[in-house]
């Protein structure tokens, strides 16, 4: 009869389970706290732009309403943190003039669909062709929602020290829609 000898093979794991299941309820409380952080946010920033698009209709139906001078931007220049599209990015500014060439000049072919659309009534096509601000013939207003109490979101202790070292999030919303008055 062949015996067998297993030593060292069964080692004392006392107390193994129980911390297997600390480090488990920690990941999964650190998970739900993420969880909760980004709901909150991303909420916030829905409120933020449903009060934005309001004022901008707001602005929109009322009369003599300025136009906002909308920038023409070709890119964005990254911020001290190398991040894009954070709040320390500066907008680097375009030509309006290729605005007219690449798409406005399109919108006919030649002199002979110029002058189609030249004679065509409430049509706003050829105001846009070498205007220096074709902008303003959209009429474009700006409605925006930041800087109030309700668009900071304070974070959570957990979610700032493991994912996002800040004390707020601070949420800035715009929103640009075309004037309205005068169509009805």
């Avoid at 000898?5 to 650190?30: H, P, Y």
């Avoid at 060439?101 to 062709?129: C, H, M």
Wanted: charged content about 25%; glycine content about 8%; proline content about 4%.
């Amino acid at each position: 009869m062949f015996r067998v000898q297993c030593s060292g093979f069964r080692k004392n794991r006392d107390g193994q389970a129980i911390t297997e299941l600390m480090v488990g309820l920690v990941a999964v409380l650190a998970l739900l706290a993420a969880l909760v952080q980004i709901v909150t946010i991303s909420k916030r920033h829905t409120d933020a732009m449903v009060t934005a698009r309001k004022i901008a209709g707001q602005l929109a139906m009322q009369d003599g309403q300025p136009v906002s001078g909308a920038d023409y931007l070709e890119d964005w220049e990254e911020g001290g943190d190398g991040k894009r599209y954070t709040k320390d990015d500066e907008p680097v500014e375009d030509d309006p003039s290729d605005f007219d060439s690449f798409i406005v000049e399109k919108a006919a072919q030649g002199a002979a669909g110029w002058d189609i659309l030249n004679t065509a009534e409430y049509d706003d096509i050829p105001d846009l062709r070498n205007n220096p601000t074709p902008a303003d013939v959209f009429g474009l207003v700006e409605g925006t929602a930041d800087g109030t109490a309700d668009d900071t979101v304070e974070l959570l202790p957990v979610f700032k020290h493991l994912i996002y070292n800040a004390d707020a999030i601070e949420i800035e919303v715009s929103a640009w829609q075309t004037l309205t008055t005068g169509i009805y």
